[in-house]
């Protein structure tokens, strides 16, 4: 059961990760995903950027990538290097490495190793990023996520919500791209 009342705009933007696209876009998409999921992985492989291109850059619609760390300890560590790199500036640059650098669900490929690795990769100061994982600095919001992700019955990954003012679609799984096309024009 959810609780359809935590369903609003700025409660499904809020604590999401930086925005893509225009603030005042007419449609939102927001993906709860989890970095180790093979589903996640083949949507950013696969049809992101075709939405990207076609809705985002064009004003049509902004993204929010939201956690939901179904796989466990791992991916919620993956989660939180991707804040502590945002704490650098480079969220999405070391989102879309961690993606690029897939290689299945709970293998052992998210590690300190690896997650140090990317941000050396985008050259951020490994100092503070160290810092910041040691510290789990970022550990709550990852939680809030995936606990709101629940509250408002997310129990798969991805999901998307795609929304407006006055109407929500929600997708589940890697669909193809015409499912998105679909839902976004029919929204839009």
Not at 39 to 45: E, I, R, S
Request: with cysteine.
């Amino acid at each position: 059961m959810s609780d359809q009342s935590l369903i609003t705009n700025s409660q499904l933007i809020k604590n999401g990760s930086p925005q893509i696209g225009l603030d005042n876009a007419p449609i939102t998409i927001v993906e709860f995903g989890d970095y180790q999921c093979t589903f996640c992985y083949k949507f950013h492989q696969d049809t992101l950027n075709d939405i990207k291109i076609d809705y985002i850059d064009t004003g049509k619609a902004n993204y929010v990538y939201r956690d939901f760390p179904l796989n466990g300890p791992s991916s919620i560590l993956a989660s939180e290097a991707s804040y502590c790199a945002d704490d650098q500036g480079k969220y999405w640059e070391y989102h879309n490495t961690i993606f690029k650098n897939w290689a299945g669900e709970n293998t052992g490929w998210i590690n300190m190793n690896s997650l140090l690795g990317f941000a050396a990769q985008l050259d951020l100061d490994i100092i503070e990023f160290s810092n910041c994982m040691d510290r789990h600095m970022h550990y709550q919001k990852v939680i809030n996520n995936e606990s709101y992700a629940k509250q408002i019955g997310i129990s798969a990954t991805p999901t998307f919500l795609i929304f407006d003012d006055t109407q929500l679609i929600r997708i589940v799984g890697a669909q193809p791209l015409e499912k998105f096309q679909n839902a976004l024009n029919q929204i839009g």
